[in-house]
T-cell receptor, first 115, second 112 residues
């Protein structure tokens, strides 16, 4: 079945450091890929997405590139801020077929950014 | 516009009691999802509805769990009887066909 594996946290960085959170996936067909962010006490929010190979999703300084050859969708940010402290989830949704409604999530990675 | 609304935000109950969680999806959305989040298992899809009809409940852990959607603007997730292992954060999400999912703020359930 479909699965998403993301790097285990927690990740602790100083402000302005470079961030990478690794994500790899297993799925049939050509899924769409997502990063969601969950701030403390809140629900998940869509951060960025990519729907086909080589697409780059970007938002709020975060980027991720859909790499079909390595089945990866790593999240990066060049300079993190304290306000980026949150849990980040990688997810996929199948492109077609009976399960194209369903998001499959990774376990989440807790990021803490210190001033 | 209001987002997905869930109530209560926090629920503490004793083992054996009935628990009802409520969700109001975003107006006009035709899909509604219930998720459970725990440290051990992460985020799990429990059930989803399309146009108020349950489509896939394969994620519902056992018969103690039930979900209903009597109309397009309201859904409930009920646990009867509740057990300590049901303690988790329960999220409701909704979306339009072809659109992205929007999550509610969650209900933190503690079963003592």
């Amino acid at each position: 079945g479909d699965s998403v594996t993301q790097m285990e946290g927690p990740v602790t960085l100083s402000e302005e450091a470079f961030l990478t959170i690794n994500c790899t996936y297993t799925a049939t067909g050509y899924p769409s890929l997502f990063w969601y962010v969950q701030y403390p006490g809140e629900g998940l929010q869509l951060l960025l997405k990519a729907t086909k190979a080589d697409d780059k999703g970007s938002n709020k300084g975060f980027e991720a590139t859909y790499r079909k050859e390595t089945t990866s969708f790593h999240l990066e940010k060049g300079s993190v801020q304290v306000s980026d402290s949150a849990v980040y989830f990688c997810a996929l949704r199948r492109g077609s077929g009976g399960s194209n409604y369903k998001l499959t999530f990774g376990k989440g990675t807790l990021l803490t950014v210190n001033p | 516009d209001a987002g997905v609304i869930q109530s209560p935000r926090h629920e503490v109950t004793e083992m054996g009691q009935e628990v009802t969680l409520r969700c109001k999806p975003i107006s006009g959305h035709d899909y509604l999802f219930w998720y459970r989040q725990t440290m051990m298992r992460g985020l799990e899809l429990l059930i989803y509805f399309n146009n108020n009809v349950p489509i896939d409940d394969s994620g519902m852990p056992e018969d103690r769990f039930s979900a209903k959607m009597p109309n397009a603007s309201f859904s409930t997730l009920k646990i009867q009887p509740s057990e300590p292992r049901d303690s988790a954060v329960y999220f409701c999400a909704s979306r339009l066909q072809g659109g992205e999912q929007f999550f509610g703020p969650g209900t933190r359930l503690t079963v003592l």
